[in-house]
């Protein structure tokens, strides 16, 4: 008995986790993120706006948690797989106060401060998830979620 809990145990903890934002999971295509967002994701006006050549912001949409209202990217790599969100605060002011409600949940970030842009960095294994919070001076506020990727992992460093 003690065996068959102790595998099952392991197999328990062994498996992948399940690193996602909200209802989308790492890796879905377009087709699917609109399908899981119950239709409030649609096809982003201006792609190249938010994208870049590896992530390109193919799908738009909006959000509100917590008090915060957000535009968000979905962003896609070079096979159409969901591999970034980014939500923009509609309300840069509240930047810090999000950053504050960020920390409750997940820790102390690692920061970088300029005179130009704060950044704060979230590592999320448990979840699978990497958060990062910039702030661009009083005008814009913008939350990144992209898969954790181990060192030493395919597709990591």
């Known amino acids: 008995m003690r065996f068959f809990a102790l595998a099952a145990a392991i197999a328990v903890c062994s498996q992948p986790v399940a690193a996602h934002w909200q209802y989308t999971r790492w890796g879905m295509t377009p087709d699917q993120v609109i399908s899981a967002s119950k239709n409030t994701a649609h096809i982003a006006s201006d792609p190249a706006m938010h994208g870049t050549a590896e ?54 970030p690692k920061t970088s401060v300029t005179p130009i842009i704060n950044l704060a960095k979230w590592w999320d294994k448990p979840h699978g998830n990497v958060l990062v919070l910039m702030q661009i001076g009083d005008d814009s506020c913008k939350l990144q979620y992209m898969k954790y990727e181990e060192a030493g992992a395919e597709g990591g460093l």
């Open 55 to 108: 992530a390109r912001n193919l799908l738009d949409g909006k959000y509100r948690s917590q008090g915060f209202d957000f535009d968000i990217n979905f962003l896609f790599d070079t096979s159409n797989k969901l591999s970034h969100v980014s939500l923009q605060l509609v309300t840069p002011a509240d930047c810090p106060v999000l950053q504050g409600k960020l920390s409750n949940i997940y820790g102390s």
